[in-house]
DNA sequence: GATGAATGAGTATTCATTCAT
DNA sequence: CATGAATGAATACTCATTCAT
């Protein structure tokens, strides 16, 4: 009976956000941020609401530490720290990843092209930041995470041209391949199971964008 | 000085009414559905929340009435009634009036992806059916709407195949192209201007997909 | 096309006032008065809300012109106004008139008891008046008429202690007699279809207390 | 300073739905159950309206729990569940407890009268049901409540006539047994003090009926 | 007289948040 | 750390009443 460590309460807290942050998502993601109550998340998580507030100040609050946890896991998964840059090879690999990143992160996307509908948020969004990212602050973070990967595709796109010659138009293709990857991502999300299909799908695009 | 006649009532009724689904439109699609409240809505029609009633039966009633005049809207504009068949010639008149017609009722569209997003409304639109449409019956009215068109696109790609030889693969084709459609839906209505570079976009889909 | 004259006027409106106190008698009696709408019996009715305020200054003294009416047209039937003497011969008659005047009157019963139970309704009724009947003021004639009959009643049985010697005792055979009216009345007025036992019913009551 | 135990929070709860039901009770008896607001419930019972939720579904529910629980505690009075024999000499003590029960519960059957006397709830009472009684089930528990009663008293008034012999008439004896019953009741229920003579009437019914 | 559109005060109900224990 | 009782501001909805036509 010796006294838990400062470490294992430690834990023990962090495992109790997770579990919090995973049950809030699921619910957001599928019944959307405003018709989900505190009071319903609790019951879910096997906690009560009190303690909800202990870890989290509010139901606003709870929403961006769940949006910054995802962005911050997407964010590593990519790697998107180290040049920002996408060479050729890469492109496919990248294609692949947005491909497993949307699947398994399908409720993280779920929930946010639904905030991103709202055009209160969309207005944040707009403004791009060039500011450092600073993990706490998650709308910021997310805005260096979008204009990074933005930057990246302008990128490619604009060195395609170097091969593809003078009748290409890099604008033309990146909107296209834009909208091809929204599409296919509000597509791809919103199905449970791995679809058999997708592969086939996956394939032609990188044939097409690359 | 004399009493009103029951047609001076009626258009009263219509107007008020039209007025409502407008205001009501315009802050559902921006702020969403549950977001917006009906004396938010009331306000901003110049009207008190109990003449709201007097026209709608309930919140979910109004959505229901905006729903089912754009669908209807949408489907008259789109003349389905016809024979359902997709000619070569019409795709490329399909495509441009589905442009025109996302960018014209941006607010419905914006509204339509919000809810198609929520669980509870997913399942209902997964039900396809064939029954004759009755106007009334919003969501068979829409679903009768979007299968008339998924079946209209569906036999134009199959008879695509017929053209295009072995090697192609009308059911990726079809993927493709409603993936497209989708991104293209959404990046489309969410710009409020007309956008510039649209028909440079719009003319290269039509060419991908002819 | 000789215009109405002022009395055919007054006989138009008299006729729609019966009206409407006629529908209305019989929702409130049935679903009560507070769950009675205005609308409703405007609905019902056939005529407009608006028309409803034309004849009754609100939804209460729409109420308090029913029971008046009710009341008047009790009081006539029993004809009360002569002398508020019961003789033995009368008794019996009066038994039978209050038979038939609580399945005619049913719809006016039910609304009375219904109110009756009201605690700010019982108080009024409580403090019985011995001013003149005001055919305008409904609480005070009605509880003229109650304290009429209440007379009256008191009266035969004190009456009856003479015939029936020292052993009577006139207050717990009235007290006895009250109960079984009471009893009597709240079982007729539910009925609605006149009952085939209620004759023998009656000729006991009768035997009982004459 | 320790958290509370389960037990604690169950006593806080049955302490506080108590005294909202009686509370509750009081007004849906006095001023009827329409009039009566949740809001003036919350304020008399010193507690916020959002508290009554948390114990009561709905105005409705809250309404079904105070009839249930009435209705549970006058069965246990008469201990009704033995044999639904009603012997000569219990009939007596059957009789003073029917005023015992009238008197201290005079809040329910002010209440009980009120909604028999809406015609919607008259119409389930309509329906007698011989199944067991389930105590979570209000309406079916009443009409067994009511069965049984009924029943019993039928057999007490058909034993009767073997005593009586063959110019006694049962139903017209039971009918006006229970007309007085019911008069007898909403007698009592309306006086708020033990009413002095009540003893003497009392015993005059059981003497005319036993 | 007659209509029903329009109002607004009121009613039941919900839910994020606080707090004593 | 943990609980759920308690709050109150906000929300959808109702309905008696008014009023322009």
Redesign the interface.
């Known amino acids: 009976m010796s006294p838990r460590t400062a470490d294992q309460f430690e834990e023990i807290r962090e495992e109790k956000k997770t579990l919090i942050m995973d049950v809030a998502l699921e619910h957001f993601a ?3 941020y ?2 989900t109550t505190i009071s319903h998340i609790a019951r879910r998580a096997g906690i009560s609401k009190g303690l909800m507030y202990n870890y989290f100040e509010s139901k606003e609050a709870l929403l961006e530490a769940i949006l910054q946890r995802s962005v911050i896991g997407i964010y590593r998964y990519f790697d998107l720290n180290k040049d920002g840059y996408l060479s050729e090879e890469e492109f496919e690999f990248f294609i692949r990843k947005i491909s497993v990143v949307l699947h398994e992160k399908r409720s993280f996307w ?1 929930l946010f ?2 905030l991103v ?4 948020v ?1 207005e944040k969004f707009s403004v791009l930041s060039s500011e450092p990212l600073k993990e706490t602050e998650f709308f910021r973070g997310d805005e260096k995470f979008l204009s990074t990967i933005s930057g990246m595709i302008t990128d490619y796109f604009i060195r395609k041209k170097q091969i593809k010659g003078p009748s290409y ?1 890099p ?2 293709d990146m ?2 391949f ?7 991502a ?2 791809r999300i ?1 199905i449970d199971d791995n679809d058999q ?1 997708d592969d ?2 996956i394939n ?2 990188i044939e097409i964008f690359k």
């Open positions: 599928n019944e959307g405003h018709a779920r092209f639904q509908m709202q055009k209160e969309r138009d604008l033309l909107n296209m834009l909208i091809t990857l929204k599409g296919y509000i597509t919103y299909d086939k799908t032609h695009i």
